[in-house]
């Protein structure tokens, strides 16, 4: 027994012998939450990151595993991560463990999608890597009807108001669509559009008098808007089928029509409102912990996931689009082409105004989107009292923002404790 003690110590003493003498971290890790898929994840390997000299040990996990890995490297004061990939949601709470940034060129992105990375700090935090969000799509026959002088890339709700109400009367029915059925993204729309571009809020300013002209607004825009809508979830049915001729929706939910009619439809960003362009973005991010066993390589790494061929390669992998303005290949899908343009224009527009999506609610996520619900459906399709729904409507999302104790989020202020409703 004692021989075969001595041998397995022998043999550790070997490895560990042997692990010291080969080159320590040639391939920097990339622990990832994004592009999860087997497929995903081996295009990341072989056509996103091959590029990179040295090659990269691109590891994807579920939030859980990823946050308990990076947690303990941290507490250790000492890891393998050189480089983490997650959504802004993920990385948010881990200001003080990564490094600062700055020293990369981000010219490219956009200085609002920049300050999300900040975290509310004066550093660069971490870097957006890709994004996902919502557009809006017009049938081409609409664009005759647009009010004189609009910019199709640059409109305010007003003119998109007036747009709905000169299509309606020109061909004698509602044109504009809207994902208002069960399975629609409608509580997305006044989350992360219609509120925040009249407030510069989600949840503070939910009862404002600011937040009671966006609601009358939006009922200005409902009578344009085809009655049908209640049924709609995914736009790109209407579309194709000419119900509707204008909409809105994620851009997974529009593709299908500007795939199978590429000359009939054209992308463009979001309306503006007083307080900006709010769009949502679903932003992933790349950022370096401090505890990177190689910080120059690591930082190395962040900037080759901004070159634009790194990001049209991304694009390919993972269906996220670029965070920097490029021009994408001919050989792209229409709707990839169509929606990456009109990504680009409202996420680089100078009066762009993201507003993330939910965080902190853990699993009272689906209270939360209950709250926009149940408005519109009064405000609109009760036709109650804006004011006094608002009212009733603020007291149970404070009750709620409590009962999770979830802070505030952009384009809210930062918050200590759960976020105010004022």
């Known amino acids: 027994m004692s021989s075969l003690k001595g041998y397995l110590k022998g043999t550790a003493v070997l490895a560990t012998a042997m692990a010291l003498a080969l080159p320590a971290f040639a391939e920097p890790l990339f ?57 802004h949601g993920s990385l948010s709470s881990m200001g003080d463990d990564l490094v600062d940034l700055s020293g990369i060129d981000t010219s490219a992105v956009s200085p609002a999608m920049m300050e999300l990375g900040k975290l509310g700090t004066s550093e660069v935090k971490y870097i957006p890597w890709m994004q996902a969000t919502y557009v809006m799509v017009a049938n081409k026959k609409a664009l005759e009807f647009l009010p004189a002088g609009a910019d199709l890339n640059a409109l305010t709700y007003d003119q998109l108001i007036e747009w709905s109400k000169t299509m309606a009367e020109a061909t004698g029915g509602p044109k504009f669509g ?78 299908d029509a500007i795939n199978q009619r590429p000359d009939d439809f054209v992308a463009f960003p979001a309306p503006a409102g007083p307080k900006g362009r709010a769009f949502m973005p679903v932003v992933a991010g790349i950022a370096v912990p ?105 007291e149970a999302l404070r009750t709620l923002m409590v009962e999770a104790n979830a802070p505030c989020w952009a384009p809210d202020v930062a918050s200590d404790g759960p976020c105010p409703v004022n």
Do not use: C
């Open 31 to 87: 622990w990832s939450t994004q592009a999860k898929p087997v497929e995903e994840s081996q295009k990341m390997r072989e056509q996103v990151l091959a590029g990179f000299p040295g090659g990269v040990d691109y590891q994807p996990s579920d939030d859980g595993p990823w946050l308990t890995r990076i947690e303990a490297e941290l507490q250790a004061n000492s890891g393998t991560i050189a480089a983490l990939g997650a959504l």
């Open 178 to 255: 809207f994902p208002a059925g069960p399975k629609g993204l409608k509580h997305r729309f006044f989350q992360g559009f219609l509120l925040p571009s009249y407030t510069h809020s989600t949840v503070t300013e939910f009862r404002s008098a600011e937040a009671e002209v966006a609601w009358g607004k939006f009922k200005e825009l409902w009578q344009y808007t085809n009655p049908a809508s209640t049924n709609y979830s995914f736009m790109q049915e209407q579309l194709v089928t000419d119900e509707v001729w204008v909409a809105f929706d994620h851009v997974a939910r529009l593709g």
């Open 290 to 394: 401090r505890t990177a066993p190689d910080m120059e390589q690591a930082k190395a790494l962040v900037a080759y996931m901004l070159k634009p061929e790194t990001q049209i390669a991304t694009l390919r992998a993972t269906n996220f689009f670029p965070v920097i303005a490029t021009d994408l290949p001919a050989d792209m899908p229409a709707s990839v082409k169509a929606s990456g343009a009109a990504i680009a224009m409202m996420s680089g527009a100078p009066d762009a105004l993201p507003a993330l999506l939910p965080m902190g609610l853990g699993d009272k996520g689906g209270q939360f989107n209950q709250i926009y619900v149940d408005t519109f459906e009064r405000i609109i399709l009760g036709g109650q009292d804006v004011r006094t729904v608002l009212d009733e409507q603020a």
